[in-house]
Structure formats: C-alpha cells, structure tokens
C-alpha cells in the first residue's frame, strides 16, 4: 500500500485494476515463445519484439530474458492470436526505439502514443494505465504537480515520453534528462537533482530495490501513462491481430498480472495530522498567553487606575485633615488663632514663661455693636477682620495674636514687661486710627494690660488684664490701662 492520505494512490492502483479490467475480453489461443525456443515457430507467427532493457516492474531484461509485466502480456497475445514473440535484447529504451525505427524490431508491447512516435509507430489499443509520480526528498514539501516545481531541476528519463510532455506544456522547467529511472531516482538521493518524475510503479520498485529510503513520492506527475503496444507503421496487419488479441484478454487476467507485479509498499510520509494538533495546541497555548497578557494588562491598567485615585483620595484626606487642623486652631472670619488654641498653648503652657517676663494684652473694640447698627453684620465683619489685620501688622513675630470671642482680641507678649505692653497699645491705637476701615468708620479699641507675676497664674494674671480692660472702658474708651 502506499499512502495514507485520502487521495491515496492505493486508490489509484485500484482505478488501475478496474481500467484494466474494462479492457478485458474473452481469450483465444496463441502462443508465446521466448528467444530460445522461436527456432521452431513458423516464419508468419514469429514477431521480432524490443523491450526497455531496464523498466521493472513494467518490463525489463534480466539474464538475457524478457520480465515484467508487458512478458506477461505478450503470453497472453500468444496464448489468444496464436503469435510468437522472439526478443532482441538491447542494452537501452533508446537503442529499443533506435530498432524499430530502423525496423529490426517490429513491436515493443509497453509504451505510451505520442506525436513523435506516431511517426513511425502504429498503437494498439490502451491495455494499461498508470499514474506518474514526482519523486523527491523526505525533506523537501510536497508539490500539487508540474506548476509547484517552481525553480527546482527535474530529472526525466531520455526519450520517455513525459520529455515531450514537458517541453510542450512546462517549457520553463529546469530538466536533466538521465539515461533511466533508475538513475534519475539516484541524482535525486544524492542531492543533485531536485525532483525525479516518473512511473508510479516502477519507482516504487526502484526505490525499494535500491534502498532509497530517503526519497518520498512527493506528488503527481502530469497525466497517467496510458500504455499501449507499438507496432512499426509497416505492419498494420500485426497491429489488427494485436487489437484483436487484446480485446480477449478477461477480467481475471489483467488482475492476476496485477497481483503478481504489484508490491507497492508503505512511503514514510509526514504524519501531517500530528503536526496539526501540535501546531493547534501551540496556537492555542499562544492565544491562552495572549489572552492572560491582555487580561493582565487590563488588570493592572485598572490597579494603577485604582492607586492613582487612592492617592487622591489620600491626598484629599491630608488636605481636609490639615484644613480640620486649621480650623481647629483658627478662627474662621479673621484666621488669627481662636481662644482653643490661646487656651492649649498660654494658659496650659505657663512654665515655658516663667524664665522670662511676658504679658497680656485684652483689646475690645469700642462701641462695635453701633457699627453693626448702622452698617450691617456684613461690614462689621469686615472690620473684625481689618482690626485682626493692624494687630497682626503691630506685634512681633514671636507674639500671638488671638480672637478672644466677639470684638475682643488678646495678645500674648513673649519677653515683654508691662511697661513695653503698654507702648505697644499705644502703638496699636495708633496704628488703628492711621488705619483705612471700610466704609471709612472710625475704629478705635480700650486696652487692657498686665504683666505676668513671678508666682502669678497666666489665669490671674488674664483677669487682672480684663479687669484693666473695664476699667479703660470706663475711662472713656480708646485708651489703655495697666493692671
Ligand atoms: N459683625 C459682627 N458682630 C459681632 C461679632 N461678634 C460679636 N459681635 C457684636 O459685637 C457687639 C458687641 O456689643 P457690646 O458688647 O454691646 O459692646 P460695644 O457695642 O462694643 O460697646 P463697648 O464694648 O462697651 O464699647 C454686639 O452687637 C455683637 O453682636 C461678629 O463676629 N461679627
């Protein structure tokens, strides 16, 4: 058997006995006699024949005697026209076309028509078919016919007749012609030829014979051989006898040869199957890696995404934390810092100021509710703020300047005695009347000032500064009393 594709050329050789078998008839009595033994047959029987000396397993010579499938052919034409066949051996096809030309052999039984020959040839009927193949190496890929040679040499018996074939329908193929298929099987083993074409049979039995396991039948070679007995243009009359012959031919005897000549075996081919699992499950894992890479970098756009909005987000936590902090420690209208703050850091801090001199200064603002009265809760706002803005402008760096509550401010003087306190009320009334206010409104505050006492608490000493407040108020306003 050959191979195990669909297309296989068991099936070809199936065609082929079924061909066969359409050509066969019923039998008549003739004999065939071999070169041996033709001294005894009448003159008008004996019909001198050539054969290709070297074309197994159609025919070829073996120890001087005819083989092959066209021997077992030429039997049954004598077994069935009564005709004997004598051979005249020859070393070559060409020398076997050489004599008939010249008409020392009258008839070669295995050959294909063409134009070439019809010159000096007569052809029996077709008794014979069998398919062409392209020949090449294991390694090379398979070829769909002549038009996928493509730049590749092809190696073709001389005279066979695929050279004409060739010539007339693929002109632009590289050919090598070679004096048999035996050694254009060889040329194609040993690298020197790409591509042997040539019978499907008797490359089989070549390749088997010769051990050419590195060869494959790489495809189709053209159309079939369609084989026919030749006979020389001089003998139209051997040629009926021969028709004739052929036509009783049965069934069971084209298959009988067929069985006897037929031992095509097994040509390891690429298991193309396999590869396309493989290749299936390749593609597949790759598609898998494709899909985790797409889905991964999806994954990871999205984390990145996610991240960059937690930190945002955290960024705006910070943000509100800081602006909590702020507000916690500030007021909101004039942002000088609230009482909380004066609080957590004067009152509960009193020993940081005990190495040192430090006072307190309490400002309120006079006659404030006059100014919400007659400009409004918005502009008196306003000037809460720009009097927070003069005390800010007045006092030191080290200084702290808090909104007590209301239009009452206090000022926390680091390193200052009371008499440096007092100054700095003046200065800030001063500053205070020097000082822009909206809607042009006067603005003036009463100050009341104290000095921390060396065994005082910053609370006794704060209402010793309120009580100095009163009394400036009471004093008229816009002025300053010490505690
Ligand atoms: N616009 C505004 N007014 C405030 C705010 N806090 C307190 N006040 C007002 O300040 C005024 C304080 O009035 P009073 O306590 O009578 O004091 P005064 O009018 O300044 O009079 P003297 O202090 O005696 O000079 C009130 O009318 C309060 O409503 C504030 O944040 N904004």
Redesign the pocket.
Known sequence: MFNRKGLTLLGTLQIFVLICIAYGLAPTAFAYAQAANSANLKEDHVVRYCVDPDWLPYEAIIDGRHTGISSDYLSLLTKYTGLSFVLVPTSSWRQTLALLQQGECELTPMLNQTPKRDRYLLFSDVFFKSPNVLVSLKTEPFLQGFEHIGQRSLAIPRDYRLVEYIQQYYPGIDTVLTQSEREGLQKVAKGEVDVFVGSMFSVNAYIQQQGLTSLKIAGWGGPEDELRIGVIDSKQALLTQINAGLAQITHADHIAIYKKWHNITVIEDIDYSVIYQVLAALGGFILFLLYRTVSMAKYNHHLSAKNKQMQKLQHELEQKNSDLDFFAQHDP?TKLYNRHYFNQTFLNDERSYRNDCVSLIII??????????MYG?????K??VQVAQVLQASVRDGDVVARW???EFVIVCKHLDLQGAADLSQRIAKDLTQFSFQNNIKVTC?FGVAELGESETIQTCFERADSALFKA?QSG?NTYCCA
């Open positions: 209208l309120d603002i006079d006659y404030f509710k006059a100014i919400n009265d809760h918005a502009i008196g706002d000037v809460l509550g209301g239009e009463s108020k306003r």
